[in-house]
């Protein structure tokens, strides 16, 4: 049973920096893309960044410069940091694993390219 458990989420003021974590267990084809979405009530899910196999980061033009997506050594902990944080990041972060090595089209497909979810972790962003 494959798993994925994200943390970190909270309450924290804009300007602020904060760092989510999802940890995965159970069996998932290695190698893999990983990634981070967000998701707001009565939106889609909006992609964030991505990570392949070999470490090769990507990210969604509205966040990049704010976000550093990046995985440990044993590729069992996903991070995300976010920083200058705003009202507008206010969401339900969730982590995903695919099993294609590369992470190319993610951004295309967005959430049909991966097939393990986490439950998700609440970000709440307030001036």
């Known amino acids: 049973q494959v798993q994925l458990v994200e943390s970190g989420g909270g309450s924290v003021q804009s300007g602020g920096s904060l760092r989510l974590s999802c940890t995965t267990s159970?069996?998932?084809?290695?190698?893999?893309?990983m990634a981070w979405f967000r998701q707001v009530p009565q939106k889609q899910r909006e992609a964030i960044a991505a990570?392949?196999?070999?470490?090769?980061?990507q990210y969604a033009e509205s966040v990049k410069g704010r976000v550093t997506i990046s995985q440990d050594n044993d590729r069992n902990t996903l991070s995300l940091q976010i920083d200058s944080l705003k009202v507008d990041d206010t969401a339900t972060y969730y982590c995903?694993?695919?099993?294609?090595?590369?992470?190319?089209?993610?951004?295309?497909?967005?959430?049909?390219?991966?097939?393990?979810w986490g439950q998700g972790t609440q970000l709440t962003v307030s001036e």
């Open positions: 995903a694993a695919a099993h294609s090595r590369y992470c190319n089209g993610w951004l295309v497909e967005g959430s049909r390219f991966f097939q393990y």
């Open positions: 159970g069996y998932i084809v290695t190698p893999k893309c």
């Open positions: 990570i392949d196999d070999v470490g090769k980061p």
